[in-house]
């Protein structure tokens, strides 16, 4: 069994910075693709950013693209988002999740359905 749990969120002021830590527990992380997405009220979960399971390659959405950041540690079996220039628009609760496919073709990964594990989430607010 494939356990995730986020930690990181908080309140932060326009501009500023968080970062969001995914610590997976059960399985070698070092198989898996690792995805965050996020969720405001009201709106249906969006993909943010993906890293594939070697970390070459990665993928994010228009919106986060240039302000976020996302890496993968898999000795210590943990994925980082870095956020930076955060605004309010930003504020949702954060989702890491994994699934053992690769990244590579298909963009599967912008897709929520597609993921196999998930965590329970942070919440992230950005104050104007």
């Known amino acids: 069994q494939v356990q995730l749990v986020e930690s990181g969120g908080g309140l932060v002021q326009d501009g500023g910075s968080l970062r969001l830590s995914c610590t997976v527990s059960?399985?070698?992380?070092?198989?898996?693709?690792m995805g965050w997405f996020r969720q405001a009220p009201g709106k249906e979960r969006e993909f943010v950013a993906v890293?594939?399971?070697?970390?070459?390659?990665?993928s994010y959405s228009d919106s986060v693209k240039g302000r976020f950041t996302i890496s993968r540690d898999n000795l210590k079996n943990t994925v980082l988002l870095q956020m930076n220039s955060l605004n309010p628009e930003d504020t949702a609760v954060y989702y890491c999740?994994?699934?053992?496919?690769?990244?590579?073709?298909?963009?599967?990964?912008?897709?929520?359905?597609?993921?196999?594990?998930w965590g329970q989430g942070t919440q992230v607010t950005v104050s104007s």
């Open positions: 999740a994994a699934d053992p496919r690769q990244v590579s073709s298909g963009n599967w990964w912008v897709r929520s359905r597609e993921y196999r594990y």
């Open positions: 059960g399985r070698t992380l070092s198989s898996y693709a």
């Open positions: 890293i594939s399971w070697h970390g070459g390659r990665t």
